[in-house]
Nanobody, 117 residues
Framework: QVQLVESGGGLVQAGGSLRLSCAAS????????MGWFRQAPGKEREFVAA????????YYAAFVKGRFTISRDNNKNTVYLQMNSLKPEDTAVYYC??????????WGQGTQVTVSS
């Protein structure tokens, strides 16, 4: 019962930064946990970060190593992923997702992030 729209992807040089946005709308999204995932060509989709709408701990994949920060703005119904010190290996389609329990049931269409060498 939530719709997600990602934006903010693009082409950047290694070492640069991007901020991804995920605009959420729906009936009960305030009870959800929001997550960012990514999928590079030829690789499996992998978890990046997560944050609950209503509060609680944030979670990060080990590869982030302090470079990425997930945040939310409840007034704007938007979740952000600030990505700094980008590497070519970060090149992927980044997806916003939402869940109420264990399974992420709602997904955006994705936004392309390309990091040049």
């Amino acid at each position: 019962q939530v719709q997600l729209v990602e934006s903010g992807g693009g082409l950047v040089q290694a070492g640069g930064s991007l901020r991804l946005s995920c605009a959420a709308s729906g009936r009960t999204f305030s009870t959800y946990t929001m997550g960012w995932f990514r999928q590079a060509p030829g690789k499996e989709r992998e978890f990046v970060a997560a944050i609950p709408w209503s509060g609680g701990s944030t979670y990060y994949a080990a590869f982030v190593k302090g470079r990425f920060t997930i945040s939310r703005d409840n007034n704007k119904n938007t979740v952000y992923l600030q990505m700094n010190s980008l590497k070519p290996e970060d090149t992927a389609v980044y997806y916003c997702a939402a869940r109420q329990t264990l399974q992420y049931n709602y997904w955006g269409q994705g936004t392309q992030v390309t990091v040049s060498s």
